[in-house]
């Protein structure tokens, strides 16, 4: 019972720390590097940009990211408000995907599974001015299941680290797109 009675606050604690609009000083172009670990296929780092503007509707943000790994990536997605009194947006890849994240303290949140991995993007600016971008990828299927002695409904599940990419940008002048 108590266990229930702490999620609850928990749970309520966490509702009241998200909602509201994404900081406005995101607004704006970002370049830096991405870092991967483990490398892959001999890829350790490299450079990256995110131009974060006004969007189509209100309260959207264009998201547009820009890798140079040996040839220019570019992924033109829009963050969409889907209940913005909550912090629940939509990341619009305008190619069928829409990714559900959350915004809270000032940290974007946005959770998705794709083929066999499980990755947890985070975007936030830090108290050094950068925007910090972290994907670590974890494998979906569990790497390990327990339950707590004594309460065998009350089991978790943990996901190895397959790979991480870390990526530093900072303020740039803006520029068109």
């Not at 309260?59 to 033109?76: C, F, I, M, N």
């Not at 305008?94 to 959770?111: F, I, Q, R």
């Amino acid at each position: 019972m108590r266990r229930l009675a702490a999620a609850a606050v928990l749970s309520g604690a966490l509702a009241g720390a998200a909602g509201a609009a994404p900081p406005e000083d995101w607004i704006g172009h970002w370049t830096g590097t991405c870092r991967l670990a483990p490398p892959h296929e001999g890829l350790e780092s490299f450079p990256a940009s995110l131009t974060v503007a006004p969007g189509s509707t209100a309260g959207a943000l264009r998201w547009r990211l820009s890798y140079e790994t040996g040839q220019r990536d570019v992924r033109d997605y829009e963050l969409v408000p889907v209940d913005a009194a909550k912090g629940h947006y939509a990341i619009d890849e305008k190619n069928g995907l829409l990714l559900d994240a959350v915004l809270s303290d000032g940290v974007l949140y946005a959770p998705f599974a794709i083929a066999d991995r499980m990755i947890v993007a985070t975007y936030f600016v830090g108290p050094d001015g950068a925007m910090i971008a972290n994907m670590p990828a974890f494998a979906r299927e569990p790497a390990r299941k327990t339950c707590l002695t004594g309460a065998p409904e009350t089991c978790a599940a943990s996901f190895m680290l397959v790979q991480t990419q870390h990526c530093r940008l900072t303020r740039a002048a803006m520029s068109k797109f």
